[in-house]
């Protein structure tokens, strides 16, 4: 089975990404639900896969609603500073440049990447 998400090789300048991105962001967007076809989407597919999500990964939702609040609780700076923390750390950065983040970030690795390949896979399970 092929795995969507992979780890990051390749890191960047925050400060620029977020000078580049100032006013640009937009949240919600109906131009990309549109695209993305969400409006597509069949009902009865959407309910069976959010019953059979909320059961099967339950403990995966849990951590992660756990986690994003406790990330929630810190200032984008201090997220970064664990970042950078992390990475000066890290006697492998060479190989992990992209791979850093907060703590809380890292944990959520796992529990995001299985809760992903559950609504990639869940037309394989009807």
Known sequence: ??????????????????????????????AVFKRLRVDQ???????????????????????????AEKASKKTPDDLEKEENEDKAGDTKKEERSGNHGSTE???MYDPFKLVCNTLRDFSLLL
Not at 9 to 14: D, E, I, M, P
């Open 105 to 107: 970030e890292k944990k």
């Open 1 to 30: 089975m092929l795995n969507n998400l992979v780890e990051s090789h390749v890191g960047s300048n925050r400060d620029a990404i977020k000078a580049d991105l100032l006013g640009k962001v937009v949240y919600d967007g109906p």
């Open 41 to 67: 989407v069949d009902t009865d597919f959407v309910t069976r896969c959010l019953a059979s999500f909320k059961t099967a990964k339950s403990a995966d939702i849990d951590t992660l609603v756990v986690l």
